[in-house]
């Protein structure tokens, strides 16, 4: 069971440039979210949908993008990626139902040069 | 809002207990609880939702105070594998999939 999928693993960046993280999920839930970690701060909520074509923003959605064209897909954009952008990202997922837990990829280690 | 976790770090001896607390300035759905070892992705351990239902890691337990919005953690005769950062989840009572964390409490356990 491949569950919640995350790539890259790990990706360094120069400031400016763009790029994509992937997130990917196989087990047909509703909920998406991306988080952001960063030592001292938690889990802070970038993005999170509750279906295919529908995403709301959370706690510190500056300098991203998301969309949700199918269940399964959760891309998160970096339009211009900075050096405050340096941070341990993760996908969650969940089914419908709020009474359930959240699922997490294994991270992805973003660094801004 | 992020929960507002306490304390930030506790170290323990095996077999001691310990305590994390949560809470909320708005009203909750649901209180989540899951731990991350250094270097990976979150685990789950427990939900306790509106109303007292619970569902979660059978040697991990946890109250839900619905009134005060507040959620306590509780380590019992702590284990070396208790060991990692413990980060309590708070849902809403009137929003759908968004799940907040708080900053998290490290908990080292040593021999």
């Known amino acids: 069971n491949a569950g919640v999928t995350q790539t890259p693993k790990f990706q360094v960046l120069k400031t400016g440039q763009s790029m994509t993280l992937q997130c990917a999920q196989d087990?047909?839930?509703?909920?998406m979210s991306w988080y952001r970690q960063d030592p001292g701060m938690g889990l802070r909520l970038i993005h999170y949908s509750v279906g295919a074509g529908i995403t709301d923003q959370g706690e510190v959605p500056n300098g991203y993008n998301v969309s949700r064209s199918t269940t399964e897909d959760f891309p998160l954009r970096l339009l211009s990626a900075a050096p405050s952008q340096t941070s341990v990202y993760f996908c969650a997922s969940s089914d419908g139902d709020r009474r359930t837990e959240a699922f997490f990829g294994q991270g992805t280690r973003l660094t801004v040069v | 809002q992020q929960p507002v976790q306490s304390p930030q770090a506790v170290i323990l001896r095996e077999g001691e207990d310990a305590v994390i607390n949560c809470s909320s300035s708005k009203a909750l759905y649901s209180v989540h609880w899951y731990r991350q070892k250094h270097g990976e992705a979150p685990v789950f351990l427990m939900i306790l939702l509106k109303g007292g239902e619970q569902k979660g890691h059978e040697k991990i337990s946890a109250s839900f105070n619905e009134k005060k919005q507040q959620s306590s953690l509780y380590l019992t005769a702590s284990q070396l594998s208790y060991s990692g950062t413990y980060f309590c989840g708070a849902q809403g009572a009137d929003s759908w999939g968004k799940l907040q964390f708080g900053a998290g409490t490290q908990v080292v356990v040593t021999p």
């Open positions: 087990m047909n839930h509703e909920y």
